[in-house]
């Protein structure tokens, strides 16, 4: 195999060499016919006699994965990245605010076909040569006896027919890291994300059908240039290359670490408003990574506030907060990708391949409020700059407070010129509990009018499903461990990474990726987006340095309040008739709950009312602070405690919102339990629809 690849890279060499003398000379480039040049690219063709067999394989993908400085590389054969899913069909312009928000991601598909009397519903399709670089689907066990059936190169049977969660669960044909269960813990199987990162390459065509109707699903694909010539997967070469891809998986399958501790920096105390500067030694080079080590653990404000500024050949390239260039956000959590470590110790490692011709730069800059110390450790090595070398790009968005309604698409960064993107991540803050995550991923390359990758939910995009994620860590997606577990409460702060390998993708002239902001909650959310790009000598992005950004505080928020007793956990001693009672976990547009949930009483008129029971751990007098609910349909109610009246308050609002502390009076309570009812009396003249509801979150005894 060695043989062929290297004639491969002699045939390009020689083309593009040729392309270089041809457009070197104005006058000959111009007289050169269409008819001239196919004839020399031909005559060079029939000249690599040492050329034989295929040029994509499985087994020419897998040691591209294995490459981990290749992505610096412009593609040594040009291909499309393209993407099928399972979006809503709605969607057909970007223009049309009525339909392009659209959330039925589910059960769609191309069309159906009949095979052998039974129906088939076709999900991926492509004439021409290519490969399937990613999948991922939610993992639903109702349905487990759905099969997924490939049909290669016009083929009339399937070459693959198995249930298709089995094969994203790893338990048919291909086995982990390239099939992936984006959970935490071993043996869950369903109720959670799956991805799947084996190449599955086809020289003419390539169709996928399911035998029942879809959920979910994603599928991204390579489109080569029509006559490229590829090894179709079958079974028998999935053998041939299990030991080599075994081999692959067992190094991705690990965070990575610098292997010594030589050529750090002393300790470094970076003060605010100041800087520091690693020197780089001169080009052509590359940088292998990066480490920082600190003296203590960064908080979160710090991890934002001091930016890593990159510089290649006298072009800014890199500007980003520390937290989220090495992947953990605001947080020093463990976590690891391909090409990023941090560890318990808050220890954060880069492995980007970042080469240069002539010079690159490294600062770090404190625009904080506290000093921060560390030692920095730089790897480089010499690196053969050349055609197709790109400069590596790391370019930082955030933007607080972010509206969730209207709906809207989020640009993480339009790039012009030609480049690869190749990953990027997003740091979420929600003062709500509900889930913010519905928006899907529209990315266009090269100046499309409709994106060619357009998917069905922000974690569909970051490879895992139904908001159902703590923590976990793989090459190619991410999340170190967020603020609250389970999947009713996702206030505060989410990190998600996406690492793109084979799944990269290439564009000549441009690309722009919007993210949706589509949240369950009317709230007022914060995004901050890192892209990683690597691109040709004068690529340029809309992403510029934002120093007021790094330095702004961070919003605050809490998971509870201290002393609360949940009025959802309360016993319900007793309601008015007619009054439904239930719990609700989003919807609030400022503010939280204290244990992201709150008891909902319907009440629909005057005189109705609800009493719950709650525990008093010792005998004396009390401040009863009970904390609400305000809304637009909310009613004035009358507070009680023990039969002795406290107040009237009334609830409206013209949003959801956290009512605050409201203090009801002080009461005598014996040890035990006391009682507390809520009356609807009234309603503000501004409520509206049912106006008499009421929303309690907890009261605290004081």
């Known amino acids: 195999m060695a043989v062929i690849l290297a004639s491969q890279f002699k045939l390009i060499s020689r083309i593009e060499a040729t392309r270089q003398i041809l457009r070197s000379s104005t006058n000959i480039y111009r007289s050169f016919t269409l008819r001239a040049m196919i004839s020399l690219v031909c005559g060079l063709l029939l000249a690599n006699r040492s050329f034989v067999g295929p040029l994509v394989s499985t087994q020419s993908l897998l040691r591209e994965i294995a490459d981990i400085s290749g992505i610096a590389k412009l593609p040594a054969i040009g291909y499309r990245q393209l993407h099928a899913s399972s979006y809503d069909r709605a969607q057909t312009d970007p223009n049309n605010s009525k339909t392009w928000f659209a959330n039925a991601d589910y059960g769609q598909f191309i069309r159906t076909e009949q095979q052998a009397g039974k129906t088939e519903w076709v999900v991926m399709e492509h004439h021409g040569p290519g490969a399937i670089t990613h999948i991922w689907t939610p993992l639903l066990g109702e349905k487990d006896k759905m099969l997924v059936r490939f049909y290669f190169d016009g083929a009339s049977q399937p070459s693959i027919e198995v249930p298709f969660n089995d094969l994203m669960r790893g338990k048919s044909l291909i086995k982990g890291p390239y099939a992936f269960i984006s959970w935490p813990d071993k043996g869950v199987e369903s109720g959670v994300g799956s991805d799947l990162y084996y190449p599955i390459p086809f020289a003419k065509s390539c169709k996928v059908t399911m035998t029942e109707v879809p959920f979910y699903y994603s599928f991204d694909y390579r489109a ?25 998986g067992e190094r991705l399958n690990h965070p990575r670490f610098l292997s010594g501790s030589r050529g750090g920096s002393d300790l470094v105390t970076v003060r605010p408003g100041g800087e520091y500067i690693y020197p780089l030694t001169g080009g052509p080079r590359m940088v292998d990574a990066i480490e920082m080590r600190f003296d203590k653990l960064p908080d979160l404000q710090e991890l934002r506030s001091n930016v890593i500024e990159m510089s290649f050949d006298g072009e800014q390239a890199v500007w980003c907060p520390i937290g989220e260039f090495f992947g953990s956000g605001v947080h020093s959590r ?79 960064l339009t790039a012009t010129g030609k480049g690869v993107y190749v990953g990027d991540t997003l740091t979420v803050f929600s003062p709500a509990a509900g889930w913010y995550g519905e928006g899907d991923e529209r990315i266009y390359v090269d100046r499309e009018k409709f994106p060619s990758h357009l998917g069905t939910g922000t974690e569909d995009y970051y490879g895992y499903a139904w908001g159902m994620a703590e923590h976990f860590s793989s090459p190619f997606i991410a999340m170190p461990a967020r603020d609250l577990k389970g999947r009713e409460n996702w206030m505060g702060y989410t990190t998600t990474s996406r690492i793109r390998g084979l799944d990269a993708i290439p564009f000549d002239q441009s690309l722009k990726f919007d993210m949706e902001i589509w949240d369950w909650a009317d709230c007022k959310v914060g995004y901050s987006a890192t892209s990683f790009w690597y691109a040709r000598p004068g690529a340029t992005s809309n992403r510029q340095p934002s120093p007021k950004e790094a330095a702004a505080l961070l919003p605050e928020w809490s998971a509870g309040i201290k002393g609360a007793i949940e009025c959802e956990t309360m016993k319900l001693l007793s309601h008015s008739e007619g009054v439904e009672i239930s719990t609700q976990s989003a919807g609030l547009t400022e503010g939280s709950w204290s244990g992201g949930m709150q008891l909902f009483a319907q009440c629909t008129k005057p005189g109705q009312s609800v009493h719950l029971q709650f525990p008093v751990k010792k005998s004396g007098r009390y401040h009863v602070i009970v904390y609400a609910t305000k809304s637009y349909d909310y009613g004035i109610v009358r507070f009680s405690i023990n039969g002795k009246t406290g107040k009237n ?29 809520v009356e609807a009396v009234g309603s503000n003249p501004k409520s509206r629809s049912a106006r008499y509801y009421i929303g309690l979150d907890c009261l605290v005894l004081k």
């Open 649 to 677: 308050v009334d609830l409206w609002s013209e949003k959801p919102i956290a009512s605050g502390p409201i203090d009801l009076g002080a009461f005598d309570l014996i040890q035990g339990a006391a009682e507390i009812a």
């Open 224 to 248: 080569y240039p029509k006559g490229t010539p590829v090894e179709t997967f079958t079974r028998s070469n999935l053998d041939r290359d299990a030991k080599e891809a075994s081999t692959i």
């Open 334 to 412: 463990p976590v690891w990708d391909r090409y990023r470590t941090v560890l318990n110790n808050g220890q954060m490692s880069s492995f980007w391949p970042m080469p240069f011709a002539h010079s690159g730069s490294l600062r770090f800059h404190n625009f904080g409020k506290t000093p921060i110390a560390f030692r920095v450790y730089v790897e480089s090595r010499a690196w053969q700059w050349d055609a197709q070398s790109m400069h590596f790009h790391a370019t930082w968005r955030n933007q607080y407070p972010l509206a969730t309604r209207p709906m809207s698409d989020w640009n993480y």
